[in-house]
């Protein structure tokens, strides 16, 4: 595969992350670039997605069901934090880090490099509580 194909492959994922407000499986973004006809392989969509992640500019987001969803960092590189409802998979973030003290007690305290941590609440959101069907645009 030419540089100036990677690149652009590249490009068409980066835009597809950027576009969306919630985390998406390999097999949405796929999804989603062939339905706006271009012409990216399943497999070169989860090629680049490793390597974005590998270069810190992707967040692995894990919602139960056995895949693996993506969403791009924020410009801080710092990992974001979800509530991720069980029922209809609905991410909601969380503004900031709430442990942000924690890590540095904990890295003081033993002496540790944290480079990333990962923290994610897993229940049952209001809506699918509350007895109303899951909003399909969860």
């Keep these: 595969m030419s540089s100036s194909r990677q690149t652009r492959n590249r490009q068409l994922i980066l835009e597809v992350l950027e576009q969306s407000e919630r985390p998406l499986s390999a097999q949405e973004i796929f999804l989603k670039l062939r339905n706006a006809n271009h012409t990216v392989g399943l497999a070169t969509v989860y090629r680049v997605l490793e390597a974005l992640r590998n270069e810190g500019k992707l967040q692995a987001v894990h919602l139960g069901d056995q895949q693996t969803y993506y969403?791009?960092?924020p410009s801080n590189g710092h990992s974001r934090h979800h509530l991720i409802c069980t029922e209809c998979r609905r991410v909601v973030p969380l503004s900031g880090c709430p442990v942000g003290d924690l890590e540095e007690q904990?890295?003081?305290?033993?002496?540790?490099?944290?480079?990333?941590h990962v923290l994610d609440f897993y229940?049952?959101?209001?809506?699918?509580?509350g007895g109303s069907r899951p909003n399909p645009n969860c």
């Excluded at 904990?106 to 990333?116: D, G, L, M, N, T």
């Excluded at 229940?123 to 509580?129: D, N, Q």
């Design 123 to 129: 229940g049952i959101c209001a809506e699918c509580r």
């Design 106 to 116: 904990i890295a003081s305290r033993y002496q540790f490099v944290i480079e990333y």
């Design 71 to 73: 969403q791009l960092l």
